[in-house]
């Protein structure tokens, strides 16, 4: 349902991608792994219209069957239009606005009240102490409750593509696994999601597919299995001696 293709992007003066290209296919877990700085997150924010790039081109299809659009010179909210919704790196909730103001953002394309609401049930399924904590702001939320906020916004547009940018950054193991037990349980549900993430040997675990990024370029592509146990892999992502 995604095609990134040469992606070439420059970024305050580093060249962030060089020639990049992944796919995600409906129904999947994709990971992107890589060392700090090799380009994951400008992956993301280039997908999503945040950034723009000098060459290449990213295509996607919302639904099965549609031919894809390309989306390479949308805007942001173009692109949360047609389907793609991005959980962006370090949270970035409203910290003065509350729990439930933060979940309405979310849906400020929309003008369906009926599914708004029941969108914002589901968000309280999956995340049951975004509901007992509605009213309060979002700067007095723990780091995994403003996590858990920001992948219940993200999903509040009803994205058919989820980009999620290093969910476990900052949060207790325990944690960690809560979100990505979640994240397994949105993609058996129907949710498509491109995870970006340091903790490679948990994406890799959950993931369907991986690819490995390095420099701006994608080196190693594969199922989640396969790279877990490549030893390069292990060795340089996965602490191996």
């Not at 990134?4 to 991608?17: M, P």
């Not at 701006?216 to 490549?230: H, M, N, P």
């Not at 030893?231 to 340089?236: D, E, F, W, Y």
């Amino acid at each position: 349902m995604l095609w990134v293709e040469n992606l070439d992007v420059r970024r305050g003066g580093t060249h962030a991608l060089r020639g990049a290209s992944l796919e995600v296919r409906r129904g999947e877990i994709v990971a992107l792994i890589g060392a700090n700085g090799a380009g994951k997150t400008t992956t993301l924010a280039t997908i999503s219209g945040l950034l723009r790039p000098r060459s290449g081109t990213v295509r996607f299809a919302a639904e099965p069957g549609a031919t894809p659009i390309e989306i390479t010179s949308l805007k942001a909210e173009a692109v949360v239009a047609a389907g793609l919704s991005h959980c962006p790196e370090g949270r970035q909730i409203f910290a003065n606005l509350s729990v439930a103001e933060n979940l309405a953002i979310g849906a400020f394309l929309r003008r369906d009240r009926d599914g708004i609401a029941k969108d914002i049930a589901d968000v309280h399924r999956l995340f049951p102490i975004l509901k007992e904590r509605a009213s309060v702001p979002g700067d007095r939320l723990s780091g995994g409750e403003q996590m858990m906020l920001a992948i219940g916004r993200a999903l509040m547009s009803r994205p058919k593509l989820l980009l999620l940018d290093e969910p476990s950054l900052g949060l207790a193991p325990r944690l960690v696994e809560q979100i990505f037990d979640i994240l397994e349980r949105i993609r058996d549900e129907g949710m498509t999601v491109l995870l970006v993430e340091q903790n490679a040997a948990m994406a890799l675990d959950i993931a369907d597919r991986a690819y490995v990024l390095e420099a701006g370029s994608i080196v190693l592509e594969g199922t989640g299995r396969a790279l877990a146990e490549d030893p390069n892999v292990q060795r340089a992502y996965l602490g191996a001696a």
